[in-house]
């Protein structure tokens, strides 16, 4: 029998083929270990290639590629900007990096993402306010897709700019109406779309990030990359010296990351695969537990599984807190799904936009505290954080993992 090891929410998983190391071994042998060199160039269109993209700048981070996104649709100080509740913080952070105001939208719970019914009374609301946001940015949580027929409609009836977050999305796809049924990647469908290679998303670089620019026109989509590369290299205009007549960033990708990146991108497949075979473990033994429901996954759309997360219903004999302790007992990692924003001290000053029941739109006002230790309320995503748990997705994981960490929550059950 094999030690007890301690099993990792998500960590990183490079190819037993050595992919990543031969890429940076190029990079060492063509001294090209920075600034910028092939793997950089490379990745960027193996990557575009990969999801359907075409226009794309490889970024020191995913919340670089949000940051530059927002710039490149020329938000800036004063402007609104709508953002997925439901999230890593990583979302939202860069609204206030540009000087907007965030506004926070609440979820559904067929998708746990963005209630396109919270977008379009949120969208009415401040258009009668003459305020219209500068953008939307939709997130597909955990891997899931969120509703792009009804996200992309609505944003184009406003005429509102869409950022898709898909940090933790690459390789999820999506069939609908909005893509002529045919399957598309997250990450192609907003104005742009980002991803992230942080340490634990589902191919890491041990850092990095992506901003693909999608609109149709593809003159004017490769002139926005070129205007996010020169932003991303401190901004030099074209001569001798060092000349400067906009404030730069340091947000380009290394050659030695990117070398990582093209490694990894020969397993991205296998890696969601695994990640949808974790899902199916936990939903075959779990999901008949009383109370217990994994997280959707709706016929159109193919998750990539990135985290397994599941629902605890009030009745059920633990909550998610009480799976986690048990779980760091026995040495595995879980955590609670993400706090949304409108929850987070730091964004209290923030408006927020649900539904009621009838549809009718509401504010934070309108809900009540749920859980006054976890700061939950009892909108959606409010909801969805206070009952939700993400369980140990390592794509290292081998069905010994799998059945101890099933057994420790079943024994919650007895
Ligand atoms: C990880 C993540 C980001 C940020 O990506 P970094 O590369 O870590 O900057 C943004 N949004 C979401 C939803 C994420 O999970």
């Excluded at 031969?22 to 269109?45: C, R």
């Excluded at 926070?104 to 219209?132: C, H, Q």
């Excluded at 397993?267 to 695969?273: I, N, P, S, W, Y």
């Excluded at 936990?282 to 429901?293: A, D």
């Amino acid at each position: 029998m094999k030690e007890k090891q301690h099993i990792f929410l998500a960590s990183p998983h490079m190819s037993k083929e050595g992919y990543e190391k031969y890429y940076i071994e190029d990079a060492f042998a063509k001294n090209f270990i920075a600034p910028l060199g092939e793997n950089v160039i490379e990745f960027e269109k193996e990557l575009g290639a990969k999801v359907g993209a075409r226009a794309g700048a490889a970024l020191s981070s995913g919340t670089a590629a949000i940051q530059l996104a927002l710039m490149s649709l020329g938000v800036g100080a004063g402007d609104v900007v709508f953002a997925q509740s439901l999230t890593f913080s990583a979302s939202a952070n860069p609204i206030t990096y540009v000087g907007a105001e965030p506004v926070f939208i609440d979820s559904d719970y067929e998708t746990w993402n963005m209630s396109p019914a919270a977008l379009e009374v949120g969208l009415k609301k401040y258009r009668a306010m003459g305020r219209l946001p500068k953008a939307v940015i939709v997130v597909h949580l955990y891997g899931l897709m969120a509703d792009m027929d009804e996200i992309t409609r609505i944003c184009a009836q406003y005429g509102v700019a869409l950022i898709e977050d898909a940090a933790e999305a690459l390789g999820s796809t999506y069939t609908g109406a909005c893509t002529d049924n045919v399957q598309k990647y997250a990450g192609t469908f907003g104005d742009y779309g980002i991803f992230s290679f942080n340490g634990n998303k589902i191919i890491t670089t041990s850092g990095g990030g992506m901003l693909f620019c999608n609109i149709a026109d593809e003159k004017e989509a490769d002139r926005r990359i070129a205007k996010v590369r020169f932003w991303a290299t401190q901004s030099r205009d074209a001569a001798r010296w060092y000349e400067h007549t906009e404030i730069g960033y340091n947000f380009r990708m290394s050659n030695i990351v990117a070398g990582i990146g093209r490694g990894q991108l020969k397993v991205l497949d296998a890696r969601v695969e695994k990640k949808r075979y974790i899902y199916e473990y936990y939903r075959r033994e779990l999901g008949g537990l009383f109370g217990f429901s994994m997280m959707p996954l709706q016929g159109h759309t193919q998750s990539n599984c990135w985290l397994s997360a599941a629902q605890l219903s009030e009745e059920a004999p633990a909550g998610p807190l009480d799976i986690i302790e048990a779980l760091e007992k026995d040495d595995v990692e879980s955590r609670p799904v993400w706090k949304p924003m409108h929850l987070q001290p730091v964004f209290s000053n923030c408006d927020f936009v649900a539904v009621d029941g009838d549809g009718r739109c509401v504010g934070r006002e309108a809900f009540r505290v749920a859980d006054s230790r976890m700061g939950a309320d009892t909108s959606v995503s409010g909801t969805l954080f206070c009952h939700g748990i993400c369980l140990p997705s390592d794509t290292k994981m081998d069905d010994g993992d799998l059945a101890r960490i099933c057994e420790v929550i079943k024994s919650l059950w007895r």
